[in-house]
């Protein structure tokens, strides 16, 4: 019998600073039971990986599987608007099944997986009556818990206050077992419905002690202000962390005056953000000629106040956004472009927003990072920093989860002929 069931050597490991060190990985029963310079006892299978990142896995922490892979049904989006593709949508979920929402989801997660994402939070649309989307990600969340771990929000996508019917929707699907409240005052009819459905999300979460995640301000509007109702909110109700606001675009438009008010707010409220960088760089700016927003939040602004910043994809193959193939690194590559975090420390900090700040939003750090007695589930990755891992975006080696080896992944060669 060996002491261990898996053992890496040498694994390059970021344990808290800057620096890395090269340690070995003992796992037995699902966990991390050992980490050291040298460990000698002997392990059922042993992987080499001298050198090699080796890191947490990755954190989705915004998509919507429901449409995933749904890209130009029952047509293409041809104004790239985010409101062409809630109407595209909209025809889209009168034909859901449980078995096509089931079938379109783990393909996803099998993919998402396999590039080194463990956990994921996505989003479930809940203003359609039969509540299939729902439905379907509940079993999935179950299904495919012993190797991915999901978070499902009962998100509102044609608003609580604006369509007669929505919020009685909301709350079946917190009585269903949605894990988060979710939302989208920028989309209701008007500003006070806007604030009324903040309300009311947070009187929801509390009753049914769930998390917040609210598309908030997803929009060029700088009129648009509900970020400071959610702050607002957050700081009377204390629920601060528990707390997240969805792509909040709008902040990128705001004046500066505003904009450093609010975040002295932000800073009392101390929630999370989560900014989706590749969706938002196409679907906003479009009433803009020219100078032309960028239309993503101040990534850069929040992340130096000390703000909680993750990154999410959002949208794979569907009608808001027609490509992706779920890779972390492609959001985080684009989140340095975009947001402009080409120095290095900043770069490094777009890997800390699809990894570690992505494990805070979702209030799942008991059971994430590279610590005896957590869970194994880690990555190794073909290369030896984050830099190079953001400029690669290559799959990693290996992905294990929960102390089994998930997937192994054969780098590209390419021979000079
Ligand atoms: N729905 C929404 O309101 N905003 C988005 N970015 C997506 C769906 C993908
Ligand atoms: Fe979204």
Not at 218 to 223: A, F, K, L, P, S
Not at 362 to 376: M, Q, W
Request: charged share 20%; net charge negative.
């Amino acid at each position: 019998m060996s002491d261990y069931d898996l053992l890496l050597r040498q694994a390059k490991v970021k344990m808290g600073t800057d620096d890395s060190e090269l340690l070995d990985i003992a796992i037995k029963n699902g966990r991390i039971v050992e980490i050291a310079s040298t460990i000698n006892n002997d392990a059922s299978v042993t992987l080499d990986v001298y050198g090699k990142l080796t890191s947490p896995p990755f954190v989705e922490s915004h998509i919507h599987l429901d449409s995933a892979l749904t890209a130009g049904e029952p047509r293409w989006n041809q104004s790239g608007t985010l409101f062409e593709g809630i109407q595209i949508w909209s025809e889209r979920k009168q034909n859901l099944s449980l078995e096509d929402i089931k079938t379109r989801a783990i393909a996803t997660l099998r993919q998402q997986a396999e590039q080194g994402i463990l956990f994921v939070r996505t989003h479930a649309d809940v203003s359609e009556p039969q509540l299939i989307a729902l439905q379907g990600l509940l079993e999935v969340r179950d299904i495919v818990k012993d190797w991915i771990t999901v978070q499902v929000v009962a998100f509102p996508q044609d608003g609580i206050f604006s369509n007669p019917g929505n919020e009685a929707l909301l709350e079946k699907a917190l009585q269903m077992g949605a894990d988060v409240v979710g939302g989208i005052p920028h989309y209701e009819l008007t500003r006070e419905y806007g604030v009324k459905s903040v309300e009311r999300i947070f009187e929801l979460a509390s009753e049914y002690d769930r998390l917040i995640d609210i598309h908030c301000d997803e929009v060029d509007d700088e009129q648009s202000r509900f970020l400071e109702v959610v702050a607002a909110c957050s700081i009377r109700t204390g629920m601060s962390t528990r707390v997240s606001a969805s792509h909040t675009t709008a902040f990128g438009s705001y004046n500066n005056a505003y904009a450093f008010k609010l975040m002295g707010f932000l800073q009392r409220a101390q929630i999370n953000f989560i900014a989706n960088p590749l969706i938002n760089i196409t679907l906003q700016g479009r009433a803009d000629t020219y100078p032309k927003r960028r239309g993503v939040t101040r990534v850069k602004e929040l992340w130096q106040n000390g703000l909680n910043v993750s990154l999410g994809h959002d949208c794979i193959q569907d009608p808001w956004y027609s490509l992706g193939t779920g890779n972390m690194l492609d959001v985080a590559h684009m989140a340095v472009h975009v947001c402009q975090m080409t120095g290095m420390p900043e770069i490094n900090a777009c890997y800390d927003m699809v990894t570690v700040n992505g494990a805070k939003t979702l209030h799942v750090e008991d059971k994430y990072g590279i610590e005896v007695g957590k869970p194994a589930s880690l990555i190794v990755l073909d290369i030896d920093s984050y830099y190079d891992a953001i400029r690669y975006r290559s799959k990693p080696l290996y992905v294990i989860s929960q102390g089994k080896i998930l997937t192994h992944t054969t780098p590209e060669v390419t021979k000079w002929l």
